[in-house]
Structure formats: C-alpha cells, structure tokens
C-alpha cells in the first residue's frame, strides 16, 4: 500500500509542475490522472511480485485445519466435564 502512495503521489505532483507552465487546467486535470495511472501500474507490479506467495495458500489450509481440530477437541472435553450442582451460599428470600 505505501509502495502504491509513494508512487502515485510524486508521480502526480510532477506531472502538475511539468504542465502548469502550459495550463493550470491542464494541470489540474493530467496530476490525478498520472497518479492514478502510476498508482494502478505499482500495484499490477506489486501483484506480479507477490504473485507466487498468494497462489500458496496449502500451508494456510493446513493451519486453518489444525486450529479448527484444536478448537472441536476443547469442546469435546468442555461437553464432557460433569457439571456439579451449584452451591448456594445465600440463603433463598421468603415470600411475604
């Protein structure tokens, strides 16, 4: 995400400086358009770098799978504890 602000940000400023000398409209308009543009092609080149570690979510699976064993087992010994009656240590109100 900062690659693409450090990117876009510059990129539109100096597309603002090189074209105020010729229209201030002209500038106003080409600045967000650059810094889009180059905000887009840094986060295509941000996708293409990362691209293999996304396509690799097995190991995410296998960890996903072995929290979700970890948490049936819990309940299983939650469900399983033999629930002892409560104690009361507060005498019950009388009616009147």
Known sequence: ????????IPA??????????TSLLLA??????VGSVTGFCAALFLAWHRGSEWKSDHDFDQQTDAMVGALRALAEQG??????PAIRTAKPSQAA
Not at 79 to 84: F, K, M, N
Request: proline share 3%; aromatic share 10%; no cysteine.
């Open 1 to 8: 995400m900062f690659l693409i602000m450090f990117a876009a």
């Open 12 to 21: 539109g400023l100096l597309a603002m400086s090189f074209t105020a000398s």
């Open 28 to 33: 106003l308009m080409a600045g967000p358009l």
């Open 79 to 84: 469900g399983a504890v033999d629930a002892a």
